[in-house]
C-alpha cells in the first residue's frame, strides 16, 4: 500500500486536516474497496512502481524544460507523431496484428495470411525463409497514418520477431521507439518470452499498451492474463475494454471508459457499430470499471484525489490519468481482441494515439565527446543541429540500406552528414520512408521520424550529426552468443562466402565470426541453433553458397573456485639480447556473475616499470581468451601483480607479456579450475495429455524444473537445463506430442558443469591438441 499512502497524505496536506473525521471515512473506505479486488499487488510491486515514478518524475522536469525551447511547429509535428514497435513471445500474433494495422490505416488494399499459404504472405514478412517458416527472422519498418477525432497521425511501426534467437532485433527497435504494443496471448498468457520483451522494454524506459489477442480461441481467458502481467511483470495493469462473447462466438467488445459496446462487423471487421453495453454483461463491465479506476488511483495523484472525494471521474479524467500513468510507466492499459478474426484492432490504433508518448514527451540524452562525454539532453525540433542514430543495417538492391532514427534536427537529402565513430563525411544521396521491403521517397525527415538510406558506411549503433556538434548515443544492449559451429563452403566460391559472412556480422552484432588458427576452420556463433541455421539457408539463397556445417558447439567458459599465489620468472637466452621477466601476485576468483575479468598491479618502488606493467595487462587478456583447461573463454578471474624483477639488457615487453601468460597459466590450474556451461531457461507449451511424456524427457537431459502451470487444454513447464543436453531437442519433443508440443530458450548464467563431464571435455581437448601436433 505504498503508493496509496502516500497518495492518502497528499490528499491530507491539501484538506489542511480541516475535516479529519472524513479523511478517516475515506481511508476506511479506501482499504475496504482494496479489499474487494480480486487479487492484490505485492509490496515489491509497488515499490517498484513508486521507484519507477519517481525517475519518471525527474525526467518529466527536464522534459517540460526542454517543450519550452520548441516552436509551435515542431510541437504540433510531435503532437500527431507516434513511433511503436509490436512485441510479444513467439506465435502470439504480432505479424497478423500488424496485418491489420495496415489494412484498416489503408496501407494495403488486401489482408494476407502470415504463413503465405496464399502465395503472398503477411507485408511485414518479406523474407520467402519468413514465409515458409511463418516466423518473424528480422524486425520490418513501415510508415501509415490513422485518423482519430478529425485529426491525421503517422505512425512509424516496427513488427519485431518473437524467438528468442533473434533478440538482437527487438533490442535494436526498442533502443529507438518511444512507445510499445506487448501482446499477449489470451490462452497462454505471460509467456517466458514476454518476461524478457518486458525486461528489454524496462531497459530502454519504453511505456506500453497491452492487448490481449487470440480472444477467438477456446480456453481464452483475458482476467487471467491480466492477473499475470500484475503478478509476473510486476506491472499494474487493469483492463479498459471486456470481451463481448468468446471464442468462436466473439463479436466485439465493451469499451469501459466510454460505457459503450463497439461490435466489428463487414467482410474484414473495418466496420465499427457502436450500441449499448448487452445486459448480460452490465454487472462485470460495472466491475472492471471500478476496478480500473481504483488501479489508477494507486498510480496516479489526481484519480487518487477524485478517488478520495467519492466522485465519478469523467472520461476525460479516466483518459487523461491512463496517459499519464502509461507514460511515466507505471501502468498498462490492457485492450483485447483477435486478429486473426480481425476484432478488436481499431481501438489499440486509438489507444496508441491517446496513452503512447509523442517524441517531444521522451527523454533521450547523448554524450558530448568534445567535452569529456557530458550527458546532453537532446532537442526534438528542427531548428537544432541534425543528430541520428543508424540502428539497422541491410543489404538492399542498390547497397546498404541504413534505417536511422532522427533525435534532433533534419535530415535532408544531398546533404552532409559526419559519422562521428570515424569522423568521416557522407552525403546522403537518397532518403526514403520503409514500408517492409518497399520505399517511398522523401526529400527531407523531420525530428523524431525514422528514415532509411542508401550508400552510408556505417555500423550498427554509430552516430551521426550534421558536423557542427560531437554527440554519440549510447549504445543497445548487445547479448553474448552461446552456440559456435564450424562452417565451409561446399565449393571453390570463397568470394561469395566472405561476402555473406561479412555482411550477416555487420547487420547483426550477435552474429561472430573467427577462424580457429589451430584447428584451421571458421567458427560462426550465435544466439541458437535456429539462429545459425538461418544464416546458412540465407547463404544458399542470397549468395548461391551451399556449406557444410559441423556439429553445434557449446560456447563454454572457464573460472576458478579458489585462489593461488604465483612467482615466475621466464628466462631465455640465445645469443646477445635474451629476455628477463619475474612476476610475482596472486590470482583470485571474482565473486558475483559479473562476467567480468579484473588485472590490478600494485608495485611498490618501481620493481616493475610502467610499460611493462601495460605489456602484462596484455598477457592477461590474452591468457584469458584461450583457458588452460579446453581453450574457451576465461571467466571471473581477478590477476594482482605485485612484485617482480627486471634485467637492466633483457628486459622488455615481450619477456613480461610471455612471463604474465605463463604465470596466469600455472596460477590457474592450481586455484581448483572448472568448465562454466550455459545453462538455459526451458520453457514448454503442450497438451495436457503429453505432461508425463515431457517431464520424463526433461528429466533425460538433467533438466531442474522450476515451475509448472495448467490450463484448461494444455500446460505450460518451466525449468533449467544445460544448453549441451538441448541439441536436438526440438525432435524429441515433437515425438513425444505427436507433434504438438512447442518450446523456447533463452540464456540465463553459467554454472559448473558435473565433474564427470569436465574430466570428458578436458580429455577431448587433450586428444584434439595430439591429433593437430
Not at 520467402?128 to 511463418?134: A, F, I, P, T, V
Not at 544521396?429 to 527531407?444: A, C, I, N, Q
Not at 610471455?658 to 592450481?670: D, Q
Request: glycine letters at 6%.
Amino acid at each position: 500500500m505504498v503508493l496509496l499512502s502516500r497518495n492518502l497524505n497528499l490528499f491530507q496536506m491539501r484538506s489542511a486536516l480541516s475535516n479529519p473525521t472524513r479523511i478517516l471515512r475515506h481511508q476506511e473506505a479506501l482499504v475496504a474497496s482494496s479489499k474487494l479486488r480480486k487479487f492484490a499487488y505485492t509490496h515489491r510491486a509497488f515499490h517498484l512502481s513508486y521507484r519507477k515514478m519517481s525517475e519518471y518524475e525527474d525526467e518529466k522536469v527536464v522534459i517540460d524544460e526542454i517543450n519550452k525551447k520548441l516552436t509551435p511547429e515542431d510541437i504540433n509535428h510531435a503532437r500527431k507523431l507516434r513511433n511503436i514497435g509490436i512485441s510479444a513471445h513467439i506465435d502470439s500474433g504480432k505479424t497478423t496484428f500488424t496485418e491489420r494495422v495496415l489494412y484498416y490505416t489503408g496501407k494495403i488494399k488486401a489482408i494476407h495470411e502470415v504463413r503465405g499459404r496464399d502465395n503472398v504472405g503477411a507485408k511485414m514478412d518479406s523474407m520467402d525463409l519468413e514465409r515458409e517458416k511463418g516466423i518473424t527472422i528480422q524486425s520490418a519498418a513501415t510508415y501509415c497514418s490513422w485518423d482519430k477525432d478529425n485529426e491525421n497521425y503517422q505512425f512509424n511501426l516496427i513488427d519485431t520477431p518473437g524467438h528468442i534467437d533473434f533478440t538482437i532485433e527487438v533490442e535494436r527497435a526498442l533502443r529507438v521507439l518511444d512507445g510499445a504494443v506487448l501482446v499477449v496471448c489470451a490462452v497462454s498468457g505471460v509467456q517466458s518470452q514476454t518476461v524478457t520483451v518486458d525486461n528489454q522494454m524496462r531497459r530502454y524506459n519504453v511505456p506500453r499498451v497491452t492487448f490481449i489477442n487470440k480472444m477467438d480461441r477456446m480456453g481464452a481467458d483475458p482476467f487471467r492474463a491480466i492477473e499475470q502481467l500484475n503478478l509476473k511483470l510486476k506491472i499494474p495493469a487493469a483492463a479498459v475494454q471486456i470481451p463481448i462473447g468468446s471464442e468462436n462466438e466473439l463479436k466485439g467488445i465493451v469499451d469501459l471508459i466510454n460505457n459503450e459496446a463497439v461490435f466489428s462487423e463487414g467482410d474484414n471487421g473495418e466496420i465499427l457499430r457502436k450500441a449499448p453495453i448487452p445486459a448480460d454483461l452490465a454487472e462485470l463491465a460495472a466491475e472492471k470499471r471500478k476496478l480500473l479506476i481504483e488501479t489508477l488511483a494507486d498510480v496516479d495523484d489526481e484519480m487518487t484525489e477524485i478517488f478520495l472525494e467519492e466522485k465519478e471521474p469523467t472520461v476525460d479524467e479516466i483518459k487523461s490519468a491512463i496517459r499519464r500513468a502509461t507514460i511515466a510507466r507505471k501502468f498498462s492499459p490492457v485492450l483485447m481482441g483477435s486478429a486473426l478474426a480481425n476484432t478488436g484492432i481499431q481501438p489499440v490504433l486509438d489507444a496508441i494515439v491517446d496513452y503512447l508518448p509523442n517524441p517531444s514527451e521522451v527523454l533521450n540524452t547523448a554524450l558530448d565527446i568534445a567535452h569529456e562525454e557530458k550527458k546532453i539532453d537532446l532537442i526534438p525540433s528542427t531548428q537544432e543541429p541534425f543528430v541520428g542514430l543508424a540502428f539497422k543495417l541491410e543489404e538492399g538492391k542498390y547497397g546498404q540500406l541504413t534505417y536511422i532514427r532522427v533525435y534532433q534536427g533534419r535530415l535532408r537529402k544531398g546533404s552532409f552528414i559526419t559519422n562521428i565513430q570515424n569522423g568521416k563525411k557522407v552525403k546522403v544521396s537518397r532518403l526514403v520512408r520503409m514500408h517492409s521491403e518497399e520505399m517511398e521517397d522523401v526529400d527531407e525527415v523531420g525530428s523524431g521520424e525514422i528514415c532509411a538510406t542508401f550508400g552510408i558506411d556505417c555500423a550498427s549503433g554509430n552516430t551521426f550529426t550534421d558536423g557542427t556538434v560531437q554527440y554519440s548515443m549510447s549504445s543497445m544492449f548487445v547479448p553474448d552468443s552461446v552456440v559456435s559451429l564450424s562452417i565451409h563452403p561446399k565449393g571453390k566460391d570463397s568470394t561469395n562466402f566472405s561476402k555473406a559472412l561479412n555482411r550477416f556480422q555487420k547487420e547483426d552484432p550477435t552474429f561472430k565470426v573467427k577462424f580457429d588458427s589451430e584447428s584451421k576452420e571458421t567458427i560462426i556463433s550465435g544466439m541458437g541453433e535456429l539462429h545459425l541455421e538461418i544464416y546458412v539457408e540465407r547463404m544458399k539463397r542470397e549468395y548461391n553458397v551451399e556449406c557444410i556445417t559441423g556439429k553445434p558447439q557449446v560456447s563454454y567458459r572457464e573460472s576458478i573456485l579458489s585462489s593461488a599465489d604465483f612467482d615466475y620468472t621466464h628466462k631465455k637466452q640465445s645469443g646477445g639480447a635474451g629476455q628477463f621477466a619475474r612476476v610475482m601476485g596472486n590470482l583470485t576468483p571474482v565473486e558475483g556473475d559479473k562476467k567480468s575479468n579484473i588485472f590490478e598491479t600494485a608495485i611498490v618502488g618501481g620493481a616493475i616499470p610502467e610499460k611493462f606493467l601495460a605489456a602484462c595487462n596484455k598477457g592477461f587478456d590474452e591468457a584469458c581468451e584461450k583457458g588452460p583447461l579446453i581453450g574457451h573463454k576465461v571467466l571471473n578471474v581477478k590477476m594482482l601483480i605485485n612484485d617482480g624483477a627486471i634485467h637492466s639488457v633483457d628486459s622488455n615487453e615481450l619477456a613480461f607479456k610471455t612471463a604474465t601468460i605463463t604465470a596466469f597459466r600455472n596460477a590457474f590450474l592450481n586455484s581448483q579450475p572448472v568448465i562454466l556451461e550455459p545453462i538455459m531457461n526451458v520453457s514448454v507449451t503442450s497438451p495436457n495429455e503429453f505432461q508425463g511424456n515431457v517431464i520424463s524427457l526433461l528429466n533425460k537431459l538433467q533438466a531442474v524444473i522450476q515451475d509448472t502451470e495448467n490450463n484448461h487444454d494444455e500446460f505450460t513447464l518451466k525449468a533449467e537445463c544445460p544448453l549441451s543436453s538441448m541439441f536436438g531437442f526440438v525432435t524429441s519433443l515433437r515425438a513425444s506430442t505427436q507433434g504438438k508440443g512447442e518450446f523456447s530458450l533463452e540464456f540465463s548464467h553459467y554454472a559448473p558443469t558435473l565433474p564427470n563431464v569436465q574430466k570428458e571435455l578436458i580429455a577431448e581437448h587433450k586428444k584434439q591438441q595430439t591429433n593437430k601436433n
